[in-house]
Nanobody, 115 residues
């Protein structure tokens, strides 16, 4: 059973920064890709950033240049560094891992951007 455990959400003012972490219960190399999705209030879940095992990372246009996805193989952990946060970034953020046709999800962590 694959488990993803997220941490790092919270309340931050506009222009501030947060870093989300997601640790997977098995080798990160067993997944074709890992990434972050978010679900704003009243809206559908959307891709934020994805990092395939090989190749370039993918970012939503709305976060390009502000968010950075990275991973630490030794810790089986991925990160999402979020800078210059805006009100529209308020959402529940979910960690995702993909293997073949299967998606695995974390429990979600709330990020609230508000003054």
């Amino acid at each position: 059973q694959v488990q993803l455990v997220e941490s790092g959400g919270g309340l931050v003012q506009p222009g501030g920064s947060l870093r989300l972490s997601c640790t997977i219960s098995q080798s990160i190399f067993s997944m074709h890709s890992m990434g972050w999705y978010r679900q704003p209030p009243g809206k559908s879940r959307e891709l934020v950033a994805s990092k395939p095992l090989t190749g370039s990372s993918i970012y939503a246009a709305s976060v390009q240049g502000r968010f950075t996805i990275s991973r630490d193989h030794a810790k089986n952990t991925i990160y999402l560094q979020m800078n210059n946060l805006k009100d529209d970034d308020t959402a529940v953020y979910y960690c995702n891992a993909k293997h073949s046709d299967t998606d695995y999800w974390g429990q979600g962590t709330q990020v609230t951007v508000s003054s």
